[in-house]
């Protein structure tokens, strides 16, 4: 009979049922391995207490302290009318800070016994406020002494705590224990590492990089296991994203070559503009690839404005030249109709294939939305399956079965981010042969990430700005701190206005939320900690009746039926609606060199390469562009100084880099991941960024010289552990 391996024993059998179904539902732990890895978030030191100071609110936290005094209360209630009821208050210290430890009722007994003044313990639960002072209710705890040989030898001797990341059903200490039972089965992990990769880098083995993480003696030791850690995380994933480029790399494609008098040099001989050097490089790249008979990857990051949608269009021409189709994919109405009429308004008569007046090399462009009516709709796919229509532009409405296409040689996703896996398949699916894919988004991404989240692209980059964009200037408006510099705000957009030009004002939320009885409630609670975010619907009324009376205001929101979202957006680019209140609805893509000015509400509640996004919608004319970012955040806080960083600089590699150094590193991945839990423990997107970037060296070579990774059982078992369902769709990005 097989013996199952050590490190894939399920915990229900090694440390009963009980503890094991709390690690499952709550930590995700089903394995002797998977607990292995749950590594400590941090280290309290023996004879160091820990900074009561800092501790977070409504975060559940473990901390190590000293018992200063303890004293039993007695009290009438209604379960106890005759006085009996008790109340233990016990106030623990850490030399800098205080913390008060609440017990109730029955629950009062062994505290009362232990937790004696001078007593030292690891105390866990959740911090709130009472009385304006911080406490845990009735916390767990767990006494630290040295009397009990068995237990302080064995799970002390260290003089360094773990302790780990915890919930409220499963204390670190109790981890720690649990964690202590399977220590041993370290020696059986088998090392995904090859051999000349961790002796040619001084890394120690798993098993003792494991052992030392969880069982420290020095701070050396827990170094020299992260240092190891970070490595297995960075390698297995980078061979991840190999092995999947290079089986990319062998699936067959159709070649797509431009004719040499075709589309493509009928639309840029019509074009008012040279392309920028930029421009030029990103589309030499793309179609070399397209001139191969494998499937492009690429990932084209183009600053707010570089001009992304034109490389974009010149190489769906070429596919169109070479006999082929493209789409491009959008992510909402509003942009799939924006683009839709910038690409018809470019190509001008180029787009109007079969139509009268239309030019000899012309073909097709049509829009398929949602929201569409049935006719319109209905000859969009008629023009598609016959290659008609050389080119389509929608939302996932493009996805669904019932489109089919004549030859789909090309496939543009507008950022990325916002398409779920699925639904990028789908559509590769729908060519006779997989399409090239080209994947464009404005929101910079650092190398490292890109590295990591998008590995298995190419990726190219555009990050010049083309002639005639005008520089933005972007100031905080600090409201509540002096509130005549938002009274300024308000007369700065009159001037714009008064010069011809137009603004938008952008808010947090749409404000007709209120219905929801459950968000409705959330709101109440909100104001009691913050007022609840300012609301598109409540700005517009004021700013039409005050500030900015007499001026033509209209408001946009996702909640709008798509026909009025576009009768809106018509009647701001032709100019006739001076000033647009928004939600962040306008925040990609949309295109209007005449509005100059923006302002944003709240701004303190977006995020940093959200206002980059937002900021990039003015300034797209000859006209200088003004960004003023509202808050009434104090001057010290971070989210003023995140403001402060936006005002400071308009390079988004700059300011993704601080976004990512503010936010957790989960976030990053979890939001470019579509939701995946991160599968990175101690990897660090960008502090580790050389481990990165020689991991992906190493791993590249590794899966050309040998993609099966025959010799590497143990490197092979860490893969099928990453891919494991969830993180399948983590990978699935290519």
Request: hydrophobic content about 40%.
């Amino acid at each position: 009979m097989d013996l199952v391996p050590a490190l894939e024993e399920p915990l229900k059998k090694v440390l009963g049922p009980a503890t094991a179904k709390v690690m499952a539902e709550h930590l995700g732990l089903h394995t002797v391995g998977d607990l292995l890895h749950h590594y400590p978030r941090r280290y309290e030191e023996r004879g160091q207490l820990t900074h009561l100071a800092d501790l977070p609110m409504d975060e559940h936290v473990t901390v190590v302290a000293m018992v200063a005094d303890a004293r039993l209360h007695t009290f009438a209630s209604a379960k106890a009318p005759r006085g009996k009821g008790q109340r233990l208050e016990v106030t623990i210290t850490d030399g800098s800070g205080r913390l008060q430890l609440v017990f109730f009722g029955n629950g009062v007994h062994k505290p009362h016994k232990e937790l004696l003044p001078g007593t030292r313990a690891m105390f866990a639960g959740k911090v709130s406020v009472f009385n304006r002072r911080l406490q845990l209710a009735h916390p767990a705890y767990e006494l630290l002494r040295g009397d009990d040989p068995a237990e302080s030898v064995e799970t002390w001797a260290g003089a360094l705590i773990p302790l780990y990341p915890a919930t409220a059903k499963l204390e670190s200490w109790k981890i720690g224990k649990a964690v202590q039972t399977v220590l041993p089965s370290v020696q059986e992990a088998l090392d995904p590492l090859p051999p000349t990769l961790r002796e040619g880098r001084g890394l120690v083995s798993l098993p003792e990089a494991l052992l030392k993480i969880h069982r420290p003696h020095t701070k050396a030791d827990i170094a020299a296991a992260r240092d190891r850690l970070k490595w297995d995380e960075a390698f297995v994933l980078q061979v991840a994203l190999a092995r999947r480029r290079h089986t990319d790399a062998l699936l067959p494609a159709v070649a797509r070559r431009p004719a040499p008098d075709g589309l493509l040099t009928a639309f840029d001989d019509r074009l008012p503009f040279t392309l920028t050097d930029g421009q030029r490089k990103v589309s030499k790249e793309i179609f070399d690839d397209l001139a191969t008979e494998h499937p492009m990857h690429r990932l084209l990051q183009g600053e707010v404005g570089s001009g992304k949608t034109m490389v974009a269009l010149r190489a769906m021409l070429a596919v169109v030249d070479a006999g082929g189709q493209a789409a491009m994919l959008a992510p909402t109405e509003v942009l799939a109709q924006q683009h839709h009429r910038s690409v018809t308004e470019m190509m001008g008569e180029l787009a109007e294939g079969g139509m009268l007046g239309g030019a000899d090399h012309a073909t097709k462009v049509v829009l398929l939305t949602g929201s569409m009516g049935t006719a319109a709709r209905r000859q969009a796919m008629l023009d598609l399956v016959t290659g008609e229509a050389g080119i389509v532009i929608g939302t996932h409405a493009l996805i669904e079965d019932k489109v089919q296409f004549h030859d789909l040689g090309l496939v543009v996703v507008d950022e990325q981010h916002r398409f779920g896996v699925e639904q990028r398949d789908a559509l590769r699916g729908k060519g006779k042969q997989p399409p090239h894919l080209l994947v464009m988004t404005a929101t910079p991404i650092p190398r490292t990430v890109a590295m990591t989240v998008f590995g298995d692209l190419e990726t190219s980059v555009l990050d010049q700005l083309p002639a005639g964009r005008s520089p933005i200037a972007t100031h905080v408006v600090p409201a509540a701190d002096k509130p005549h510099f938002l009274a300024r705000a308000w007369e700065r957009v009159r001037e714009e206005v008064g010069n011809g030009h137009q603004a938008y004002v952008v808010c947090p939320r749409i404000g007709d939320e209120e219905d929801d009885p459950k968000k409705a409630k959330k709101s109440a609670e909100d104001e009691a900690e913050k007022r609840p975010p300012l609301a598109v619907l409540d700005v517009a009324d004021h700013l039409a009746t005050g500030p900015l009376n007499g001026l033509t205001v209209e408001v946009l929101h996702g909640r709008m039926h798509p026909d009025d979202k576009d009768a809106v957006m018509r009647r701001f680019t032709a100019g006739e609606t001076d000033v647009l209140v928004a939600t962040t609805v306008i925040e990609v893509g949309v295109n209007v060199p005449n509005a100059t000015a923006m302002v944003i509400m709240d701004a303190d509640r977006f995020g940093v390469s959200q206002l980059h996004q937002l900021r990039g919608r003015v300034g797209r004319g000859s006209a200088p562009g003004l960004c003023l970012l509202v808050t009434e955040m104090p001057e010290a806080s971070p989210a003023r100084q995140r403001l402060t960083a936006v005002a400071s600089t308009l390079d988004g590699f700059e300011l993704s880099r601080i976004d990512l150094e503010q936010r957790r590193e989960g976030d990053v991945l979890g939001q470019a991941q579509s939701g995946a839990r991160s599968s990175l423990r101690v990897l660090a997107v960008i502090e580790d960024e050389e481990i990165i970037a020689e991991a992906r060296e190493e791993a590249t070579a590794l899966v050309a010289r040998d993609p099966e990774l025959t010799d590497l059982p143990g490197l092979r078992t860490a893969l099928d552990a990453l891919l494991d369902e969830e993180r399948e769709q983590y990978l699935e990005k290519g």
